[in-house]
């Protein structure tokens, strides 16, 4: 999961580089969707790591 989600911030990387950092018009969507999903594999593999540490019911709600 780690690793997906550092190809996904990757590509986000190299897309800003390339736009230089300014986003117009249609280059913002791709770019956030590219956070998003980069995000989305890092909260899932921390809640994974917590259930390994902590045991099955380490979150209170």
């Known amino acids: 999961m780690n690793i997906a989600a550092e190809i996904a911030c990757l590509a986000a990387l190299v897309l ?12 913002r969507w ?6 998003v999903v980069s995000t989305l594999p890092v909260l ?3 809640h994974y790591g917590g259930k390994m540490v902590y045991g099955e019911n380490f979150l209170l709600f």
């Open 16 to 27: 800003r580089i390339n736009k230089g950092g300014r986003f117009k018009g249609s280059a």
């Open 30 to 35: 791709p770019y956030f969707v590219l956070v």
């Open 44 to 46: 899932t593999a921390s």
